[in-house]
């Protein structure tokens, strides 16, 4: 009977061997992790990232975790009366716009990941982007056609403190930052992309991995004709492909762009629907979404020429622009 039970559990112990190599080659490291999408507003996917989330840092990594608050805002904005507009990918931000993302991210979201990070120890410390000068950024006027279209307080990001994160994660910590910075050049707070500032915060804290949960697989090959995933991906192949994504798309691909090419070692999408994604993703062999690598590091396991020409994003949720 006992040789039974040893039998029953040895897959346990095959899956804890499985992960030795990443739990080694991860360890002491920082990870970035963006939280968004479905994630965020499914009760159960959001218990399942805060365990992902508790057992990277328990495991002897560093997570800081960037959040935006899409549904949520919406949803407010929706009771306000206010209409949610977006431009070029972005949130078209009001200044009473900017008063409903503020009070959302910083006094909603960011206060129910916190709890829900801490059940599990005094672990998760919230801020937001204008704690400490963590993030600072000044007026952003995309082009949309050729002309430039004013969106409000939306922020491009001029600069990074990092202290603050670099002080709470030496204290064992798991910082909880929302996607709100403080202006460079007037008295105004900023809504900032929240993938955009999960790169940003990457790069500047030298962070091992990004990882962008999103709605979909990762980036497919030959879509709509195939729903196969591209697991790998240089950044010169996704320089050529940005052009044909979907815009609530982009600000995530060029934030894995920005991230890599400014010292973050690999830049993850991956399906924020799928319970453990994170644990899945870092852990194990196959892996479930896309990563994003130098162009020196991609020589095996890369798509055709074919395939990366016709790759494309389908997202669902239209961006995640806070």
């Known amino acids: 009977m006992s040789t039974a039970r040893r039998h029953t559990a040895l897959p346990k112990a095959e899956i804890l061997i499985e992960a030795l190599p990443w739990l080694t080659r991860h360890n002491g490291k920082i990870v970035v992790i963006k ?9 159960d996917l959001k218990a399942a990232f805060a365990q992902d989330v508790v057992f990277l840092r328990q495991a002897g990594l560093k997570p800081v975790v960037v959040h935006g608050g899409g549904p949520q805002i919406n949803a407010q904005l929706d009771k306000q009366g206010l209409v949610s507009e977006f431009k070029a990918g972005l949130r078209v931000t009001t200044p009473e716009a900017m008063d409903v993302v503020r009070m959302v991210l910083a006094g909603q979201v960011q206060r129910e990941l916190v ?39 939306v922020g491009e990001i001029t600069a990074i403190d990092t202290g603050a994160i670099e002080a709470l994660l030496a204290d064992g910590r798991i910082p909880v930052i ?6 460079a050049d007037d008295h105004h707070v900023y809504n900032v992309n929240a993938d955009t500032a999960a790169a940003a915060l990457a790069a500047a804290l030298g962070a091992e991995t990004l990882m962008v949960l999103t709605d ?20 010169s192949q996704l320089e050529k492909l940005l052009p ?34 994170i644990l899945l993703e870092i852990f194990t062999d196959e892996g479930i979404g896309t990563m994003v690598v130098l162009d020196a ?8 020429d074919a395939q990366a020409a016709d790759t494309q994003a389908v997202d669902t949720q239209g961006g995640d622009p806070a």
Not at 35 to 43: L, P, Q, R, T
Request: charged fraction near 20%.
């Open 35 to 43: 939280f968004g999408g479905n994630a965020m507003i499914d009760e």
């Open 115 to 153: 709890g829900l990070l801490n059940q599990h120890g005094p672990l998760a410390v919230g801020m937001t982007g204008e704690d400490a000068h963590t993030i600072t950024a000044t007026k952003h006027t995309p082009e949309i056609d050729g002309e430039s279209v004013d969106i409000g307080r």
């Open 216 to 235: 979909v697989e990762g980036l497919y090959a030959d879509w709509p004709n195939s729903d196969e995933v591209i697991s790998r991906l240089t950044v």
């Open 244 to 277: 044909e994504l979907s815009s609530g798309m982009v600000p995530k691909m060029e934030g894995c762009l920005h991230a890599v090419r400014n010292g973050v070692t690999t830049a993850r999408v991956i399906d924020g629907r799928v319970q453990h994604s």
């Open 178 to 183: 929302s996607s709100i910075a403080r202006s």
């Open 297 to 304: 590091q991609g020589l095996d396991a890369q798509p055709s």
